[in-house]
């Protein structure tokens, strides 16, 4: 068993290096890959209006998975590995508070953007606290979306 562990850590360690390698070509090349996007938000309205949203970038945005809670969002981080989730707070089976401390814990690296109707300073203390890395209350604009998004995508390349 315990080769099968070795094997399979060598394994995650070429693909990250993999990664890192097609990023930095994606850099030298001037080509900019999609930002792959998780979106958890337990309105199916909102979730289609998010989709909505960054489908008016899809060259520049690719929504990679959807979650209803915030058990599903971990679950979904861990499989599916997105650039950048956008955490609603107030969900049903687990709250957002709850998810981005999870999703945290399992990644440090990990990028949330909170997007709630509780603009309040205390839930943004929270979130913040939490691990988010920036909040967006509703109602918002595209256009608040997308300097938001592209603020957090500068911040994990290094620019900010």
């Known amino acids: 068993m315990t080769g099968e562990n070795e094997m ?3 394994i995650e360690r ?3 290096m993999k990664e890192k390698k097609e990023k930095k070509e994606e850099r030298r090349n001037g080509k900019r890959r999609k930002i792959r996007v998780l979106i958890v938000e337990d309105a199916a309205y ?3 209006m998010l989709e909505e949203m960054l ?3 899809r060259d520049r ?3 990679v998975g959807f979650a209803a809670n915030g058990r599903e969002a971990v679950e979904k981080y861990k499989e599916l590995k997105p650039d950048i989730v956008t955490m609603d707070l107030v969900m049903e089976v687990m709250d957002g508070i709850q998810a981005i401390k999870e999703i945290k814990g399992y990644d440090k690296k990990a990028k949330i953007l909170v ?3 509780l603009g309040t300073p205390e839930y943004e203390r929270e979130s913040l606290e939490a691990g988010a ?3 967006l209350w509703k109602p918002f604009t595209v256009k608040n979306l997308f300097e938001v998004l592209e603020r957090l995508v500068s ?3 290094g620019g900010g």
């Open 8 to 10: 399979s850590g060598e």
């Open 14 to 16: 070429k693909m990250g």
């Open 133 to 135: 890395d920036a909040c």
């Open 46 to 48: 909102m979730r289609e």
């Open 115 to 117: 997007i709630t109707a």
């Open 61 to 63: 945005y690719e929504i």
């Open 155 to 157: 911040e994990e390349q």
């Open 55 to 57: 489908n008016q970038q």
